[in-house]
């Protein structure tokens, strides 16, 4: 069936006298089909498909799901459901590809019962059907995706880092300290021992190990992704071939003509007894440099580098706006999203919070401000000058909300200047290029995973509309809006205890 819906080409086109012949032959061989009972089978009908192909919306569109893929895609008038499936009327509605986050820690907020009572039914609800996790033990990931893809719980389709790779003291757990380049190749062999997907670098990462990394990963065939080391320069990165660079980490650096000096200056340790306001007050002048020795020209070659190394960034907007350089006009302790964040973790947030603005003046606030508008100035220019993007959220840390904050980054993502469908596209095709899953995953096409996520309004005219969610398709399972309410209110009772 596919085959024949392929030649047709419902996005790209055949225009050729055989399209006819192909036409016939595939209603003939559709028909076959239609005659047996297909009691899993989906059909989604009169709806307005977006395949986040970069294609024109097609409106009056019908979707078969059969098996947990999507089986045609066509015209309404082009395809008949086959007997016994359960058909919804979607006139008036909208079909994306189902989302991916590619920055989040699912066992980050308390094992067992964090990620599985929490994290993973906010994600479906939210549309989330596929997380790339950036830190957490590899064994919990592997039970947990394991306990998703045999069926036993419902969550989005899972890859993984396992552990970061940090100096010495690590920034966060879990981790494995390495010091020396042996140590940083041993760490290596080891993870890809472990089948991880990618590996993680982090913040402390002196320079010998971390170019050690990405030697040994390339011999292994595995791709290190992360943060660029507070000691390595983004352009070193990006050609040492890390994968892809989150929270913009060392971008901002890489464009000042001050970069160098800036980057020592950080390393030079403050006065013993200096107070929380004067410690504010170093890091202003700090930023306030950085911000000031900003350089177009060497942004564009830096962009360049991005574009031929191949390069990815994930900014993770949510945790930049909202916890990293928040302020009292972007704090979420208060959001109503609250009721569904656990109590013990709900404390973490609130101490989290209290650190990041405690002793702040207004005068740190305002240079917060101005970081976050030219974060979202330099992905703008990013995506111009060819850079890949890819949405991603953080959770779960504070004020970072699993599902729905990814809504969030998609909107950030148009603020800085993407098109609707460039940020949608960074959350369905480009994650799917970036796995390597581009045939299996990312867009609306026959032979494509049926995840799928279908909407009140169209994300075209507001991003924001991405969450007027009316049902997700789950690899082919329906959840409609009751089921997914039901699924919140469980989390929030869970949150509750
Ligand atoms: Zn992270």
Redesign the pocket.
Known sequence: MRFFWALLGYTTSVRSPLRGLVLSLFVFFFCLSCSKPHPTAIAIIHVTVIDATGAPPQPHSIVLIEDSKIAAVGPDSSLRTPNGAQVIDATGKFLIPGLADM???LTGAGEPSGSREFILPLLVANGVTTVRD??GKSELLKQLRDEIDSGKRLGPQIFFTGPYLDGDPPG?QPAIVVKTPAEARSAVDQLAGEHVDFIKTQSRLERDPYFAIAEESQKKGIRFVGHVPDRVAVLEASQAGQASI??LTGVLLGCSRKEDELRSEQFVPGPPNATPQQSLARSRTWQRELLNSYSPDKANALFRAFVANGTWQVP?FP?IVHFGFMTPRTDLSSDPRMVYVPQNERALWRQGVKDRMEFCTEADFVLREKVVKRYLDLVGKMQTAGVRIMAGT?FA?ANVFPGSSLHEDLAFLVQAGLTPMQALQAATTNPAEFLGRQLIQGTIEPGQRADLVLLDANPLEDIRNTEKIRAVVLQGKLLDRNALDAMLNRVAQFAAK
Do not use: F
């Open positions: 920055h989040v820690h950036m830190g966060y989150e929270h993770t945790i953080d840390a």
